[in-house]
C-alpha cells in the first residue's frame, strides 16, 4: 500500500494568509492538490495540520482522506513528517512528502516516482531536485530522528546510493510563497 503525507500544518507568514485555502479555477489550492494525489491512485492520504491551519473539514469534504495534527508545526516540517508517519496505516510500505501547496504537481509525476528502483524516489524536473518525494518503509526510522524545518532532506542526503532521480520534462513546480507568486500561478492557470 501507498501513503502520502500531505503538508498543511505551515503558517503562511510570507503570503499574509492561507495559501492552502486561496482560490485556483474556482477551488482552493489544497483541494487540487489533494486531487492530483487521489488521481495517482494513492491509498491512504494524511493530511497534516497545524494551530495555524484553518478548518479543512469543509474543503476535504467526502474526500478519501485522514486529518492528523501536529500541535508542534512552528518547530518545523520535521515534526509534521513524524505525525504524519504516526497516522499511515501500517500496511502503507513506501510514502510520499506532498507539500499542500503545490497544485501543479500531477498525478503521472506520482506514479513515475511509484516506478522508481530506490528506496527513496525524487523528482528532478529539467535538472532541479524538488517534490514530492517518495521514501520507502526501510528509511521510515531515519524520519524520525529529523529536526527542525528541513523536511527529509538529510535523509535523501545521507546515501546518494538508495536515491533513485527520476528525469522529468517538465517545469519546477512554482512555491506558492507570496501574493505575487500566487497572482503568477492564477495567471497561469490551469497549468
Known sequence: ?????VLAAGRSSRMGRSKLMLPLGGRAVLSWTLEHVLAAGIEDVVVVTGPDTPDLVALIGEAPVRLAHNARAREGMSTSIQVGLLALSPAVEAAFVVLGDQPTV???VYRRLLLAAGVIAVPVYRGQPGNPVLF???VFEELFG???????????????????????????????DTPEAYRDLAAAWPF
Open 1 to 5: 500500500m501507498t501513503g502520502a503525507i
Open 106 to 108: 500531477g498525478p503521472d
Open 136 to 138: 520507502r518503509r526501510a
Open 146 to 176: 529529523v529536526t527542525g524545518d528541513v523536511g527529509g532532506r538529510a535523509v535523501v542526503a545521507a546515501d546518494p546510493s538508495r536515491v533513485a532521480r527520476v528525469a522529468l520534462d517538465l517545469a519546477p513546480p512554482p512555491d506558492l
